[in-house]
């Protein structure tokens, strides 16, 4: 089956900076690729996806990247502010319906210093 | 903006004791979805549930796990004989059924603690 890993597992940044997040899979028939954000007491909160149709995807100041033959895909924050302190959580998923079930890396901290 | 809701927020029980975790899909969603969160490792999936039947499901969810959605609104994960493995976050998700549709919204989780 599909493994994510997620890398670093920590993250500390100063406001104004940019993060850099990165995860593998390992199958290649995954086809989406969303990024969670989770904050204290809260469920996991969709902030970008990406479709392996795609190489790039842009947000506001959030940005994902796909390289579909290296099978990795990055969450780039630039202009980070306190706000963004969170972890965040990259899955890949097989998109075939009702059976697209998410699998999801380790999660990372990122925290911002202000 | 409609959301996933969950309850209770945190259930404590006894080893062997059944429970049952509830959900609130957001309500014109039709794919359900269960996953869980042993405190310090990954975000794990459970099971899929879709008109009516489980569409897929994880080597975890075994014959002590069953789910039901027993009427419009809510959403069950029933664990029958609980264990101490089984303490965990456990995530209620739904995803509509519109086609290129993919985002599954997650609901805040319910913290089970097996004593």
């Known amino acids: 089956g599909e493994n994510v890993e997620q890398h670093p597992s920590t993250l500390s940044v100063q406001e104004g900076d940019s993060a850099v997040i990165k995860c593998t899979y390992s199958?290649?028939?995954?086809?989406?690729f969303p990024w969670y954000k989770q904050e204290l007491g809260k469920g996991p909160q969709l902030i970008i996806d990406?479709?392996?149709?795609?190489g790039e995807k842009k947000d506001q100041r959030i940005a994902v990247t796909l390289n579909k033959t290296a099978k990795h895909f990055s969450l780039h924050i630039t202009e980070t502010q306190p706000e963004d302190s969170a972890v965040y959580f990259c899955?890949?998923?097989?998109?075939?319906?009702?059976?697209?079930?998410?699998?999801f890396g380790k999660g990372i901290t990122l925290s911002v210093r202000p | 903006e409609p959301e996933v809701t969950q309850t209770p927020s945190h259930q404590v029980t006894q080893m062997g004791q059944e429970v049952i975790l509830r959900c609130v899909p957001i309500?014109?969603?039709?794919?359900f979805y269960w996953y869980r969160q042993i405190l310090g490792q990954k975000v794990e999936f459970l099971v899929s549930?879709?008109?009516?039947?489980?569409?897929?499901k994880s080597e975890i969810f075994d014959d002590q796990f069953s789910v039901e959605r027993p009427d419009g609104s809510n959403f069950t994960l029933k664990i029958r004989s609980t264990k101490l493995e089984d303490s965990a976050m456990y995530f209620c998700?739904?995803?509509?059924?519109?086609?290129?549709?993919?985002?599954?919204?997650f609901g805040p989780g319910t913290r089970l603690t097996v004593l």
């Open positions: 998700a739904s995803r509509e059924r519109t086609a290129g549709v993919d985002e599954q919204f």
């Open positions: 199958d290649s028939a995954s086809n989406y």
């Open positions: 990406i479709r392996s149709n795609v």
């Open positions: 899955a890949a998923s097989i998109r075939t319906g009702a059976n697209s079930k998410l699998t």
């Open positions: 309500s014109n969603h039709l794919y």
């Open positions: 549930f879709y008109n009516n039947e489980i569409s897929e």
